[in-house]
């Protein structure tokens, strides 16, 4: 049984930083890509930052480039995403996502996920 539990969210002045976590527990060696998403009252799920297991390739939405990082520790199954200059429009519920390979798809096209965490609130004012 697969489980992913984020934390790390709270509230922050424009300007600060986060970090998020993301740890995953059960069968995690078969994932072949981890993924962070947000999705902000009102608006639809955003990909944000995307890595291959090996941590070798990460990707990265325009809105965030520059300004967050992710990477994983393969040995404690977490994955983390560093975000810095963070605004008011970074305001979202951020969840991780892992899947064992991507069918064709993009690592932001949430669809490609068959697991996600509950979500951790991230605040910026």
């Known amino acids: 049984h697969v489980q992913l539990v984020e934390s790390g969210g709270g509230s922050v002045q424009a300007g600060g930083s986060l970090r998020l976590s993301c740890v995953a527990s059960?069968?995690?060696?078969?994932?072949?890509?981890m993924a962070w998403f947000r999705q902000a009252p009102g608006k639809e799920r955003e990909g944000l930052a995307g890595i291959i297991s090996t941590g070798r390739s990460t990707f990265y939405a325009n809105s965030v480039k520059g300004r967050f990082t992710t990477s994983k520790d393969n040995a404690e199954n977490t994955l983390y995403l560093q975000m810095n200059s963070l605004q008011p429009e970074d305001t979202a519920i951020y969840y991780c996502a892992a899947t064992i390979s991507l069918h064709g798809g993009e690592w932001s096209d949430g669809y490609e996920y068959n697991y996600w965490g509950p979500g951790t609130q991230v605040t910026v004012s």
């Open positions: 059960g069968n995690t060696y078969n994932f072949g890509c």
